[in-house]
């Protein structure tokens, strides 16, 4: 998910997700935008990272999708309907099976 050391709104998520998730993360890193190949967005965000959290194989993804929104989602105030509008893509990419990241991850 982004992260950046300015933004006390992404640290605080950054927080309640390591909270939620502390059972399953093997790993976490924060990765500089560089190690992943972007060269070009210190002319603009110097100070954007990703926060990268290396979940355990055995966690399931419902629990992890319940976790998060628990975390993350606040529901809105007035409500026209009683339809939940969480969408993880909102907060950043989860992806639950192995991904290629250029080894930046490892537990």
Do not use: W
């Not at 929104?69 to 989860?94: C, M, Q, T, W």
């Not at 099976?97 to 250029?102: E, G, M, T, W």
């Amino acid at each position: 998910m982004p992260f950046d050391i300015t933004d006390q709104q992404l640290i605080d998520k950054n927080g309640k997700v390591k909270n939620v998730l502390s059972s399953h993360i093997l790993s976490h890193r924060l990765i500089s935008l560089t190690d992943l190949g972007f060269h070009d967005f210190l002319k603009f965000v110097p100070t954007a990272k990703i926060s990268l959290f290396l979940i355990s194989p055995q966690s399931q993804q419902d629990e992890i999708n319940s976790s998060l929104k628990k975390a993350l989602y606040k529901p809105a105030k007035s409500k026209v309907s009683n339809k939940e509008n969480f969408k993880i893509s909102n907060h950043g990419f989860l992806k639950l099976h192995a991904v290629n990241l250029k080894g930046v991850c490892s537990t």
